[in-house]
């Protein structure tokens, strides 16, 4: 055998090689496609991307949870709610769908669309089996729809638990919502519709505490006189009073006799 011969056999396996491995070394390469850095959605698709390949369903569902809201955020209600039969964990589900109506506020959506949403959101909640998460769900909606303003949905999501004290309590977290916002009224009406005492007077005194830190004295004050439970009562007037007094610096209090 010639020697070029020896040397073009060598040559001709390379060039074989050459040409298989090209399609397999493309398919083992990382994708390399990105976004720019100011298209939110296209960064969110990755991270939904990511998402998918998670094993671990703790990570996969808090993942999951945080894009739903973002998504929320961006308007993008659809994607947001297709994430929740996604999740696998009962009360990673309720947090979502609170995730999800706490964005609605802020987005100033029409009557129309945003009663739509929280229609749809309810229709989530109804399809989680377990009790518990159940029921926070329902308490996390009527919060959400009073943060958005949605009072009288409040109130109807509030009044359908069947529960008697997860009942109580969504009706007092949405007053505390409505404080927040400086809705006395709104938050008053609320509390009337807690139909437990004992859970009315605790509630009530953490609306006057949320009152007297916002700087609403005469509606914390209010809320302090419906309290039945004497001492709550007297641990809400005394908060009220140190909140007034520490409005001015030692020295500089108001005289009770100048206060009449």
């Given at each position: 055998?010639?020697?070029?011969?020896?040397?073009?056999?060598p040559?001709l396996?390379?060039?074989a090689?050459?040409?298989?491995?090209?399609?397999?070394?493309?398919?083992?390469?990382?994708?390399?496609?990105?976004?720019?850095?100011?298209?939110?959605?296209?960064?969110?698709?990755?991270?939904?991307?990511?998402?998918?390949?998670?094993?671990?369903?703790?990570?996969?569902?808090?993942?999951?949870?945080?894009?739903?809201?973002a998504?929320?955020r961006?308007?993008?209600?659809?994607?947001?709610?297709?994430?929740?039969?996604?999740?696998?964990?009962?009360?990673?589900?309720?947090?979502?769908?609170?995730?999800?109506?706490?964005?609605?506020?802020?987005?100033?959506?029409p009557?129309?669309?945003?009663?739509?949403?929280?229609?749809?959101?309810?229709?989530?909640?109804?399809?989680?089996?377990?009790?518990?998460?159940?029921?926070?769900?329902?308490?996390?909606?009527?919060?959400?729809?009073?943060?958005?303003?949605?009072?009288?949905?409040?109130w109807?999501?509030?009044?359908?638990?069947?529960?008697?004290?997860?009942?109580?309590k969504?009706?007092?977290?949405?007053?505390?919502?409505?404080?927040?916002?400086?809705?006395?009224?709104?938050?008053?009406?609320?509390?009337?519709?807690?139909?437990?005492?004992?859970?009315?007077?605790?509630?009530?005194?953490?609306?006057?505490?949320?009152?007297?830190?916002?700087?609403?004295?005469?509606?914390?004050y209010?809320?302090?006189?419906q309290?039945?439970?004497?001492?709550?009562?007297?641990?809400?007037?005394?908060?009220?009073?140190?909140?007034?007094d520490?409005?001015?610096?030692?020295?500089?209090?108001?005289?009770?006799?100048?206060?009449?």
């Amino acid at each position: 055998m010639e020697m070029r011969n020896l040397f073009a056999i060598p040559l001709l396996v390379f060039m074989a090689l050459l040409v298989a491995f090209p399609a397999s070394a493309e398919a083992q390469k990382p994708k390399t496609d990105s976004c720019n850095v100011s298209e939110k959605i296209c960064i969110l698709s990755q991270i939904q991307e990511q998402a998918q390949t998670l094993e671990s369903k703790t990570e996969r569902d808090q993942t999951y949870r945080e894009l739903a809201k973002a998504y929320a955020r961006s308007n993008k209600i659809d994607e947001a709610v297709a994430l929740i039969p996604k999740i696998q964990t009962p009360d990673t589900q309720a947090m979502t769908i609170r995730g999800i109506g706490m964005e609605l506020a802020a987005l100033n959506l029409p009557k129309d669309r945003q009663d739509a949403v929280f229609k749809t959101l309810r229709t989530e909640a109804e399809k989680i089996k377990h009790p518990p998460s159940y029921a926070i769900a329902l308490t996390y909606i009527a919060m959400s729809q009073a943060f958005a303003g949605d009072d009288e949905g409040a109130w109807k999501t509030a009044s359908e638990m069947q529960n008697d004290s997860l009942r109580h309590k969504a009706f007092g977290e949405t007053a505390e919502i409505q404080a927040e916002k400086g809705e006395y009224e709104k938050a008053k009406t609320s509390l009337t519709r807690i139909g437990d005492p004992s859970y009315q007077n605790k509630a009530y005194r953490t609306v006057s505490k949320i009152l007297a830190d916002k700087g609403l004295y005469e509606e914390s004050y209010d809320a302090a006189l419906q309290i039945a439970n004497p001492y709550l009562k007297a641990l809400a007037l005394q908060y009220l009073v140190d909140k007034q007094d520490g409005e001015h610096p030692p020295g500089e209090r108001i005289p009770a006799n100048e206060q009449e």
